[in-house]
């Protein structure tokens, strides 16, 4: 399903600016927000995110337009969803400079989603792309994941589930499209900024809960002993919610104490996503 | 002027599947093109290069097709103008991950371009944003230049020209869309690849060049001293074809006699030019 200026249709396909640089350059943003029961999962969050990296980047960026592409689209879905919502800096001339008045285009796709997808252990490898620290866009959410979708493919083809990518600065950054945590007794520690990772709306929301589960959240750079070496580690993005880390190249990674924690974590989740939501999609699962 | 399915129009506007992986995640490459009487300059390098992206991406990429769009819109402007020819992996599902079978979009759009943009001196400004070496994405034109677009708007409003990037690696890179070159004696150097860079048509053209003005090429790291310090420095690329580094962060650079041999390397290169697309169009500036 596509949301274009108002107007939501099940084909893709619709007029287009070819001279759009969303498509020539990549000057964009978006957000990826799961959709139960017709309601956006920490839609604040990813509003807020939007705009601070609009903002960031000098991008006029319309909340009321965002919030109507979101919200018609998640109210056109009657089973579980993700809703894409990318705002680019719209048409402009030849050239990389932005026009001085940017027109932004605004749309949003949504795809089924199921709940199977979270909640998943997953494998990873480490892989030789890292994560440029230096750059504003390792912290935005921005079009340009072409390092993201090599990584993801280098990893697969090697066996793995995905990529563990570090940071130009030699820490421990994410995987391909999700926050990285670790648990070690009872700290839980996820990257900072600084160390190249998106500010992810998953990343917070299992920050604040991990209080309710007797851990104290910290933001750490971590080096890669570390993610080996703890108790447990995990995953965060909007559409897995929490991925369990079994093993990095091969090798397993947890202990049955860590382990327990993280499915503490989960299953505070899952009634975080209920409450909100108004169903519990995930009761079949045994956390 | 947009070239899609094999018509050309002034439109740029035209149907698109917003489910292409182009603009959701900079997926795709391009190549950009100067056209001087209806002859692409340095045709059969950009086609290569791009050949050479795509397979690297492991995206197809049709030659023919892409040469079609080139060939019909360079032969479609009667002025000189700039071709840029887009190919992107084509729409996918959700995610990161290529759909098994891609079907790329091609499509090519043209802007005038103007004589005086070539040659035309320019001052840069050290970006805090680096070059990532780690990534294919250094190597490659890809979609992904948001990067470029905010160092360079970050060196224009501090009142240089362009930005001047380094690579994580800590060597000199490029400008924001241009490769960089240094004369010291009769030594030519530019940065080797690992370093980050794009491999420049220009660049190959300039190296090239050299020996036919007394220089000796050579692909070396580059310290930012070595460029403050050069006998001369320079950027090139397919639009503003050879740029002389007049000053970076507000200190000149060069000599006379390195600005001499940049005066001959653009001689050569405004014959290349003429000798290639039958027209001299560089006949009124003093070199």
Not at 27 to 43: A, H, N, R, S
Not at 46 to 56: N, T, V
Not at 96 to 121: D, E, G, H, I, M
Not at 256 to 282: I, N, T
Request: glycine share 8%.
């Amino acid at each position: 399903m596509l949301w274009l200026d108002g107007r939501i249709s099940d084909d893709t396909r619709a007029p287009f600016d070819f001279a759009d640089r969303g498509l020539l350059l990549a000057d964009g943003l978006f957000e990826t927000i799961l959709v139960i029961g017709g309601t956006p999962f920490l839609l604040d969050a990813h509003l807020e995110r939007l705009a601070r990296g609009a903002e960031s980047i000098g991008m006029p960026c319309d909340r009321d337009v965002v919030l109507s592409a979101v919200r018609d689209l998640a109210g056109a879905q009657a089973e579980p969803a993700v809703v894409r919502v990318t705002v680019t800096r719209g048409a402009g001339p030849r050239g990389l400079r932005p026009p001085a008045a940017a027109n932004p285009t605004v749309f949003a796709t949504s795809a089924p989603w199921s709940p199977a997808l979270a909640f998943k252990p997953q494998t990873l490898a480490v892989s030789a792309i890292r994560r440029n620290a230096s750059s504003p866009l390792s912290r935005l959410k921005s079009l340009s994941y072409l390092d993201n979708v090599l990584a993801l493919e280098d990893a697969t083809r090697g066996g793995a589930d995905d990529a563990l990518l570090l940071s130009t600065n030699g820490n421990v950054a994410c995987t391909s499209a999700a926050n990285l945590f670790v648990v070690q007794g009872d700290r839980l520690s996820t990257p900072p900024l600084s160390d190249g990772v998106l500010a992810g709306t998953m990343r917070a929301c299992v920050l604040a809960l991990a209080p309710d589960v007797g851990l104290n959240a910290e933001k750490k750079s971590l080096s890669l002993d570390d993610v080996r070496k703890a108790d447990a580690a995990f995953s965060t993005n909007s559409v897995r919610l929490v991925s369990p880390i079994a093993a990095i190249d091969g090798e397993s990674v947890g202990t049955a104490s860590g382990e327990r924690l993280v499915a503490l974590l989960m299953e505070g989740l899952r009634a975080r996503v209920r409450d909100a939501c108004g169903v519990d999609l995930f009761s079949p699962l045994s956390l």
